[in-house]
């Protein structure tokens, strides 16, 4: 199969690879997938006054997860939750060019920014709980 | 040295310019058909024809009349297992086979169980994907009319005590077919000694042309009948019909002279350019797991799991290096290699395997770019992978819930 030329510099030059800490403040951490399936993600987001100033992600899978997973760390830096909450694996897809067999890698990256969102959302909650 | 790097030849191999050499005069200037009896054309094809049949017996211990053309190994397997099932149903329908064959043998026989024309058994394989010759003889019914085992694995290279099988089955009067496509030109292949009924193999895995094979049908002790899959004219013995392409018969024939003259030192070079790229490999990357057989298997053989990383990312960071890989995300139907799961080889690690196949053109050069691009991107994909992470952390993957799809 031949990747599109967006997939391969994704690939080769991974944009914003790596971790923060998860206990950090402000931190929202995404994981899915699974080893079994070939596949595991983790996309982090650091969230600063409701904007998303960094993202991260570390990814176990094809080329074309990874390169779907670093390009949904590009998307993610500068947005409100509000717009990140809007970010579809079809945006993804459209983008990179990805051919029908490599579309559940683009929904493995929606899937990811939607746990990142979830968990730094219940993080905000428990700790505006335990304030009261 | 030249990129990109061939290292696929369990796939296909590239020809030998010797092979091209033989095959030339017979397209233009020497094109008759080798059935055609009356004139000096049809003579002359005929006897490179026969010239062919000599060389690829010899190879195999034959006799050049047991020789059956076919288009490839795929081809062979369908008309030996079908064609005796059809010749043989009256005696019984029970065909014993084994759960890593290459699916022209296994989809032949998935496809005539579903009709309803046959039993199969899939003997299960040891950890190192070899077949035990106790379970073929546990498996054998008063039905069973044929035992087919493949000679050596195409993923893992593992060889099989064909032997043995082969004593089983003469003991019992079963007809043993044996899939050699990857073994024969690589390792000695001898029918009379291993006790071979039906052989199939094919020229392009020994730098012959692709779309010519043949399938091995003993004459005597006992004398094989088969039904005819493809009807026609009634060429080669009236087992396969159809025009033979005298060209391609030609290369195969020299392909199989040139293994047969090269064959030691050949298997001796390429045994130890396997071994000094796996113990590099192995060496330079924790956590590197062998898959197949450590010794028995064969010379340009190279099968490896690397813990944390998937192998179609594997091979899109090592471009310039023609490899492959049993992960999934290579294959369209999601399901990591049959092979390495029949060995007990777990998913996450079938999904991070490549295999290296070592062939003639190789060299040394390549051997050594090889090991520095396999350690560079493996290294490189593990910084990358969510799971080397964890485990670096002391996090017990197996424990983790994930959120599978
Ligand atoms: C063990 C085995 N059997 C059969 C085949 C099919 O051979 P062919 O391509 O000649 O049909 C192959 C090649 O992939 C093989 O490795
Ligand atoms: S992760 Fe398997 S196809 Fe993309």
């Given amino acids: 199969m031949a990747y599109s030329d967006k997939v391969v510099d994704h690939f080769n030059n991974p944009r914003n690879m790596g971790s923060f800490k998860k206990d950090e403040e402000g931190i929202g951490t995404g994981m899915v997938g699974a080893p079994e399936c070939g596949d595991v993600m983790k996309l982090q987001i650091k969230v600063q006054n409701d904007t998303i100033v960094d993202a ?16 949904a760390t590009e998307w993610l830096k500068g947005k409100t939750i509000e717009e990140a909450q809007q970010i579809k694996n079809t945006d ?41 | 040295m030249k990129l990109p790097i061939f290292l696929d030849n369990h796939s296909t191999t590239p020809m030998d310019p010797h092979v091209l050499d033989a095959m030339l005069p017979y397209f233009v200037e020497k094109f008759g058909n080798a059935a055609s009896r009356n004139h000096a054309f049809g003579w002359e094809a005929e006897e490179a024809v026969d010239q062919a049949r000599k060389q ?17 190994a795929t081809e062979s397997d369908n008309l030996a297992v079908k064609g005796v099932l059809e010749m043989y149903k009256e005696k019984g329908t029970h065909i014993i086979t084994s759960s890593t064959e290459h699916r022209a043998v296994l989809d032949t026989a998935k496809s005539l169980e579903a009709k309803g024309l046959a039993t199969v058994t899939y003997l299960p394989v040891d950890k190192y994907g070899m077949v035990n010759p106790d379970d073929v003889r546990s498996a054998i019914t008063d039905k069973t009319i044929l035992i087919s085992v493949m000679l050596a694995n195409n993923e893992i290279g593992t060889i099989n005590p064909v032997q043995e099988i082969g004593k089983i089955a003469k003991a019992k009067g079963i007809l043993f077919h044996c899939d050699a496509t990857q ?41 094989v009948r088969l039904v005819a899959q493809i009807d026609g004219g009634g060429h080669e013995r009236g087992m396969r019909s159809g025009t033979l392409p005298v ?18 030192a050949e298997s001796a070079r390429l045994t130890a350019m396997r071994n000094r790229l796996q113990a590099a490999i192995m060496e330079g990357l924790e956590e590197s797991y062998l898959n197949g057989h450590p010794t028995n298997r064969l010379p340009g053989n190279l099968n490896i799991s690397f813990a944390y990383v998937e192998g179609e990312s594997l ?14 995300c290579t294959s369209a139907t999601l399901e990591p290699s049959y092979v390495l799961r029949a060995l007990g080889v777990g ?59």
Avoid at chain 2, 250 to 258: D, I, N, Q, T
Avoid at chain 2, 380 to 387: D, G, H, Q, T
Wanted: some cysteine; charged content about 25%; proline content about 3%.
């Fill in chain 1, 56 to 71: 991260k992600f570390k990814t176990f899978g094809c080329g074309s997860a990874i390169a779907s997973s670093s390009l």
């Fill in chain 1, 92 to 132: 993804i897809v459209q983008e990179l060019n990805l051919p029908p067999v490599k579309i559940h890698c683009s929904v493995l990256a929606e899937d990811a920014i939607k746990a990142a969102l979830a968990d730094y959302q219940k993080k905000v909650g428990d700790k505006t709980e335990a304030a009261t």
């Fill in chain 2, 56 to 72: 690829i017996a010899k190879l195999i211990n034959a006799d050049s009349k047991e020789i059956v053309f076919t288009s490839g």
């Fill in chain 2, 183 to 223: 073994g024969v030109g690589k390792i000695p292949v001898d029918v009379q000694a291993m006790g071979i009924d039906l052989m199939s193999f094919t020229a392009h895995k020994m730098y012959g042309p692709k779309g010519v094979g043949a399938l091995y049908v003993r004459k005597k002790n006992p004398r």
């Fill in chain 2, 247 to 264: 060209p391609l018969i030609v290369g195969f024939g020299k392909a199989c002279e040139l293994c047969e003259q090269n064959m030691a």
């Fill in chain 2, 315 to 328: 091979l899109m960071g090592m471009k310039d290096i023609a490899l492959s890989s049993g992960s999934a």
């Fill in chain 2, 347 to 405: 998913v996450e690690l079938a999904h991070s395997s490549i295999r290296f196949g070592l062939g003639r053109f190789n060299t040394d050069e390549e051997i050594d770019y090889t090991i520095k691009k396999v350690i560079e991107i493996v290294t490189k994909l593990r910084e990358m992978s969510p799971l080397y992470e964890m485990a670096k952390e002391g996090v017990d993957l197996k424990s983790v819930q994930w959120a599978a799809h």
